[in-house]
């Protein structure tokens, strides 16, 4: 049995089929009915703003926390969820067309040297 069981062909296949499955990623069917749009993201954080300024809590929540973005709280950073979506967005949007050449060559590959 061969030590070398990721090489460097296999770890490409992955990082390719990877791509493939994000760009073929249907927005209406798939991503809005899990959430995962960025105008839907947006939304919800603006919900979120909206709730905070009309905190009766003075800038603390219910259990005495201070609300995030208000009193030091933080915020302005995007969470993990967000760049996920920004990854999936960017993916969808940029590799589209690089991924047809790709991706024939890769069958080519496969075909002729198989």
Known sequence: MSMVFFGFGRVTYFALLMVNAVAVLNKERFLVPLGLTTSQYQQQQQQQQMQQQQSAYGGFDAYGM??????????????????AIQLVDAIRTLMRIPLIPINICIILYEVILG
């Open 66 to 83: 201070p609300i995030q973005g208000l009193a030091g709280g933080g915020g302005g950073d995007p969470g993990v969820k967000m760049r």
